[in-house]
């Protein structure tokens, strides 16, 4: 039973890594762009801003949404092996068998106590 939890901490702690290097990866694009934003502001002062703005943003949002799209399925693999785990397992033990009740009536097994039987 130890190693079952043994190895889904493992799935768990690998996919939570995966999915911390992705979001670092994100925020270092995200870095990244923003730099790359302030060098065409500083550069292209006098041309057309605008579709600039536009072709970063658009290449900015389309690698965000990958990303968070990967991290989204990391995370429903990781609610799936938590449910899985935390599913009740069926015991391995077999069920006790119920004594059989004796062919003795409940008084008779008082009287014989008490020692009140018949000869």
């Not at 072709?55 to 609610?79: A, R």
């Amino acid at each position: 039973m130890s190693e079952i939890n043994k190895t889904n901490q493992n799935d768990n702690q690998s996919a939570f890594d995966s999915i911390l290097n992705k979001y670092t990866d994100l925020l270092l694009e995200v870095d990244k762009l923003r730099n790359e934003n302030a060098n065409i502001h500083n550069s292209q002062s006098g041309t057309n801003n605008d579709e600039l703005k536009k072709e970063s943003v658009e290449q900015f949002s389309s690698n965000i949404y990958v990303i968070l799209n990967q991290i989204k399925s990391e995370i429903s693999q990781i609610n799936k092996l938590l449910s899985e785990s935390n599913e009740p397992k069926s015991s391995t033990k077999p069920r006790k068998r119920k004594k059989k009740s004796s062919s003795k009536s409940l008084m008779e097994r008082i009287k014989a106590s008490i020692g009140l039987t018949k000869n």
